[in-house]
C-alpha cells in the first residue's frame, strides 16, 4: 500500500496481506524487512515473513494503539533477503496510487525537504515526511487542522477550479461533470480520508442536482456523506 521508509540497510511497508501460505488471507499489516528495497505503491511482494503482534510501548510511544487505529492488525518481519516483485496490481486504485506516488516524487525533486513534507501532507494526506518542527509550529498557532486534508481543501481546490472553468464560458453541465469527476480524483488521491471524502461527498450529490432539475439541500447531503 505505501511505503513507510526505504533505508540503506532496510525498508518498511505498509501492505496489505492477500495469501499467506497459499491460503488466502485479507488483512493490513506493517511489513519490517531487515535489508533495502525498491518497490512501489501497488507492487505485489512475494516474500518469507514472520507475524507478530504490536509492541505495547516503544520509546514511550504506544505502538499497537497507534496501528490498530489505522487498520494494521499484526507486524511482519524478515531478515531473508528473499523479497520478489510478483507483479502489479492493476485497479483503478493502483492507477491514482501510482499519480501520488509520482506527485511525491515531483515535489521532492522540485521543493526542499520541509516544503516537500508539507505539500505532500496538505494535498496528498501523506504526513510521513511532515517536518517536527512544522508539526510542532502549527500545532503551537492552532492551526493543526490545517495539516488534515477537509472539507476545507476540497472548498478551496474545487471552488478555485470551478471559478476557472467559469472564466472559460463553459456550460454549467460540463463545468459541473468535470468539478465532480476532479473531487473523485482527489478523494482516490488522497486515500479515501474521512472529512474529504464527506466533502467531496456533498458537494457531488448537490451538483447532481442540477442534472435531476431539483433542489440541493445541504443537511440531506451531509446526513448521505456521513452514513
Not at 145 to 161: F, Q, R
Amino acid at each position: 500500500n505505501k511505503v513507510k521508509s526505504s533505508l540503506p540497510y532496510a525498508s518498511s511497508y505498509d501492505v496489505s496481506v492477500s495469501c499467506v501460505d497459499g491460503v488466502p488471507r485479507h488483512f493490513k499489516a506493517v511489513l519490517e524487512l531487515e535489508y533495502p528495497t525498491d518497490f512501489e505503491r501497488e507492487d505485489m511482494i512475494a516474500l518469507s515473513v514472520t507475524f507478530a503482534d504490536f509492541e505495547e510501548q516503544v520509546n514511550h510511544f504506544p505502538e499497537k494503539q497507534y496501528n490498530l487505529s489505522k487498520g494494521y492488525t499484526l507486524k511482519g518481519l524478515s531478515d531473508k533477503d528473499d523479497a520478489q516483485s510478483a507483479g502489479v496490481r492493476r485497479s483503478f486504485s493502483s492507477f491514482f496510487s501510482r499519480v501520488s506516488s509520482r506527485l511525491s516524487a515531483l515535489y521532492e525533486q522540485n521543493l526542499t525537504e520541509d516544503s516537500a513534507g508539507l505539500v505532500k501532507c496538505v494535498f496528498l494526506a501523506d504526513s510521513q515526511d511532515l517536518a517536527d518542527s512544522a508539526e510542532r509550529d502549527f500545532r503551537k498557532l492552532g492551526l493543526s487542522h490545517l495539516l488534515a486534508v477537509s472539507g476545507m481543501h476540497i472548498s478551496i481546490l474545487l471552488g478555485g477550479l470551478y471559478l476557472l472553468l467559469s472564466a472559460l464560458s463553459l456550460h454549467k453541465s460540463l463545468k459541473n461533470a468535470l468539478v465532480m469527476t476532479a473531487a473523485v480524483c482527489f478523494m482516490f488521491l488522497t486515500g479515501f480520508t474521512p472529512s474529504a471524502t464527506r466533502a467531496a461527498l456533498m458537494l457531488i450529490l448537490s451538483y447532481l442536482c442540477y442534472y435531476t432539475g431539483s433542489r440541493s439541500d445541504p443537511l440531506s447531503a451531509l446526513c448521505f456523506s456521513v452514513a
